[in-house]
């Protein structure tokens, strides 16, 4: 394994290999146009790259080739109008002309949960390389940016050697990703690290030459991109090592949220003098209702189910008390709204009819519309079922919430979510629910309670505002009582 620091005057002699295709720079194709392959596709046009977005979804090839994006990620939707007008950038579902324009070929399909246990369903990944590899008919490197169970970059090699026309010297890497929804199109263009899994020198260097766009910038802004070159089986894990390490780092503030409320301490302090220690640091140590979205749930459990497989499963044992925190903690918000409520907590839970509840934020974390496994449609859904009425407003994910859960109300501003609410509950920190005034919501609600899912808020603000606070692991706050205390820092 080498770790390497590419200067603009190291990036040269891999930028002089010519590939296949002929041209001054690799042709990239970006297999799959979810968040993830059209994500990197937009942005390796932007910086300079001549590149083809390919997916079997013709409606999703229309919106992209129309300059729509079909999902929230700021800053992508000018990224994208801008290269489709330079003629950099392309969309197709002809997995032959993918074959013949790109040199680069990178797998982004999504690997799902398996319906029938924690493992990642590889049946996309599986179609796509199928599909490619009968097309390539020259010398072309085939990356996996996917998340994937260890093993899978030689298995798709064993696929690509099966499927491609013989002679065409088709080879493998595998350099994973690391985008952060809301932060995307800074984590390609700027990525504090990348990862190449490779078999040869050849697929090194088209790696480098793939990736001169992104160190050149590097080199103007007096950066550096820390570049990790080593064996398939180490780039496959370094994304589902990381995701394992967020989410238990995660769970761990959780764990000890439940702890403080059990102490009368408070979790928020807590965090913020753990946090000062180097050797923890601060990010990620926030307690709420715990973590979701399309990556970190599905990706510890199919990080176990692996483990399992290979014989290890004990080593990664912690993962499913990781997974249980994260599932509690979506729980308890229902226990704060019957108190809140003075309605007692039976063994089904709290009966919370005739109430009416304000859920602000439906996505799995702001500056995004993702909804999959969103610890705030968990608890939306969580509370609908207690019989209360509930109202929900996001300002970017009503309508992939709608589809998942369309049972409850949504609305399209936050003012007429919390209008005579007798509870509003904040599931997602949007900024706009952040530095919203709880004076003026305060006029509109029914009654003057509040539970912080994220701990977004200032208690002693809305205290002071007569609401009655509850936040995740902090002590009760009621109206006019509390006294000042810093605002929770974030992750």
Request: aromatic content about 8%; overall charge negative; some cysteine.
């Amino acid at each position: 394994m080498t770790v390497q620091y590419p200067s603009t005057s190291a990036v040269q002699p891999h930028a002089l290999i010519t590939p296949p295709s002929g041209g001054p720079r690799p042709r990239l194709t970006f297999l799959g146009t979810g968040y993830l392959g059209a994500t990197h596709a937009i942005c390796m046009a932007e910086l300079g790259y001549e590149v083809l977005g390919v997916d079997v979804d013709e409606s999703k090839i229309g919106k992209l080739a129309d300059g729509q994006v079909p999902f929230h990620e700021p800053g992508l939707d000018e990224l994208l109008r801008r290269n489709l007008s330079t003629g950099r950038l392309h969309f197709t579902t002809d997995y032959k002309e993918a074959a013949e324009f790109g040199d680069v070929h990178f797998i982004c399909v999504g690997t799902p949960q398996r319906p029938d246990g924690m493992a990642a369903d590889l049946s996309y990944v599986e179609a796509a390389v199928t599909a490619l590899a009968p097309h390539l008919h020259r010398k072309a490197l085939v990356v996996g940016k996917s998340t994937v169970p260890v093993g899978t970059a030689d298995w798709v090699a064993q696929l690509v050697a099966r499927n491609a026309p013989p002679g065409s010297e088709v080879e493998v890497a595998w350099s994973p990703e690391f985008l952060r929804e809301g932060f995307a199109v800074e984590d390609v263009i700027r990525p504090d690290r990348l990862v190449f899994g490779v078999k040869s020198e050849w697929a090194r260097s088209m790696l480098y030459a793939t990736y001169k766009g992104v160190f050149e910038l590097a080199a103007a802004e007096d950066r550096e991109v820390p570049v990790v070159v080593t064996d398939f089986a180490t780039a496959e894990l370094v994304k589902v090592a990381a995701n394992a390490f967020l989410a238990t780092k995660i769970s761990f503030i959780n764990a000890m949220a439940e702890v403080c409320e059990a102490a009368g301490a408070d979790v928020t302090l807590l965090a913020k003098a753990i946090g000062y220690d180097a050797r923890i640091g601060k990010a990620f140590l926030r307690a709420g209702v715990g973590f979701g979205g399309g990556c970190l749930p599905k990706d510890i459990r199919a990080f176990q189910a692996r483990a399992q497989e290979l014989g290890v499963g004990e080593a990664l044992r912690f993962l499913h008390e990781v997974d249980l925190i994260n599932q509690r903690r979506r729980a308890r918000v229902l226990h704060l709204a019957a108190e809140l409520l003075g309605r007692p907590f039976g063994p089904a839970g709290p009966d919370l009819a005739g109430t009416r509840i304000a859920v602000l934020g439906a996505t799995f974390k702001p500056n995004s519309d993702d909804v999959r496994d969103s610890p705030a449609l968990a608890v939306t859904k969580a509370l609908h079922k207690t019989g209360a009425t509930v109202t929900v407003y996001d300002p970017q994910g009503t309508d992939n919430a709608r589809r998942e859960l369309p049972t409850v109300t949504y609305v399209s501003s936050l003012n007429e979510a919390v209008r005579d609410a007798d509870l509003v509950c904040v599931l997602t920190e949007w900024e706009e629910f952040r530095h919203a005034d709880p004076e003026k919501l305060g006029e509109l609600v029914s009654a003057r309670r509040v539970i912080d899912g994220r701990n977004c808020l200032d208690p002693a603000v809305w205290s002071a505002a007569g609401w009655e606070y509850r936040g995740m692991g902090r002590p009760a706050v009621g109206r006019q009582t509390a006294p000042h205390t810093s605002s929770p820092e974030t992750a």
